[in-house]
T-cell receptor, first 115, second 114 residues
Framework: GAGVSQSPSNKVTEKGKDVELRCDPI?????LYWYRQRLGQGLEFLIY????????KSGLPSDRFSAERTGESVSTLTIQRTQQEDSAVYLC?????????????FGPGTRLTVL | AQSVTQLGSHVSVSEGALVLLRCNYS??????LFWYVQYPNQGLQLLLK??????LVKGINGFEAEFKKSETSFHLTKPSAHMSDAAEYFC????????????FGPGTSLSVIP
């Protein structure tokens, strides 16, 4: 597709269950980012990938959160043993460098609700 | 440590009036500054960014922002509001050239009154 896509668009789960969120970046974009947006708040950086490597995992809120990326393409964010405070919109973005500058493109997000 | 504050969680303007959304930042090094817009039911978009070149930055949809170091501000303006400008606006600061260290403000919701 032409843009960053994320699936599912909405996910409702019960506390304690594991969830997987998927991001398909724009083809050819080497950098991929995950953010979390809680209701009424700004975005929190979670993790980013350069290629398939994640140089900085410092934004992950706890060890229940993990992410991987394969083939310099699709990325999955996994949340184990979900808690109610994990409820948020999870946004993915990818960037391309052109003309000496990076431009970031965001996906529509996955709205996660933990009951 | 970096931080961003946005004065006013909600701002209302009349159609055709000046839009002014305030952003103040703190950073221990010369910052990179960004404004993002999130339209209803759409993904986040970059409006404009300041990366130490010209202090007045022009973005998409007629928006611009001015970096004022003495005031640690990066306010977003548009001379004449359109109904289509109604959205959530986020100011962000980074101490790096890439997006991994970007800190976002809490956002300002802009309403445009006909």
């Amino acid at each position: 597709g032409a843009g960053v896509s994320q699936s599912p668009s909405n996910k409702v789960t019960e506390k304690g269950k594991d969830v997987e969120l998927r991001c398909d970046p724009i083809s050819g974009h080497t950098a991929l980012y995950w953010y979390r947006q809680r209701l009424g708040q700004g975005l929190e950086f979670l993790i980013y990938f350069q290629g398939n490597s994640a140089p900085d995992k410092s934004g992950l809120p706890s060890d229940r959160f993990s992410a991987e990326r394969t083939g310099e393409s699709v990325s999955t964010l996994t949340i184990q043993r979900t808690q109610q405070e994990d409820s948020a919109v999870y946004l993915c973005a990818s960037t391309v460098r052109a003309g000496g500058t990076d431009t970031q493109y965001f996906g529509p997000g996955t709205r996660l609700t933990v009951l | 440590a970096q931080s961003v504050t946005q004065l006013g969680s909600h701002v209302s303007v009349s159609e055709g009036a000046l839009v002014l959304l305030r952003c103040n930042y703190s950073s221990s090094v010369p910052p990179y500054l960004f404004w993002y817009v999130q339209y209803p039911n759409q993904g986040l978009q970059l409006l404009l960014k300041y990366t130490s070149a010209a202090t007045l930055v022009k973005g998409i949809n007629g928006f611009e922002a001015e970096f004022k170091k003495s005031e640690t501000s990066f306010h977003l303006t548009k001379p004449s509001a359109h109904m289509s400008d109604a959205a959530e606006y986020f100011c962000a600061v980074s101490e790096g050239t890439s997006y991994d260290k970007v800190i976002f403000g809490p956002g300002t919701s802009l309403s445009v009154i006909p």
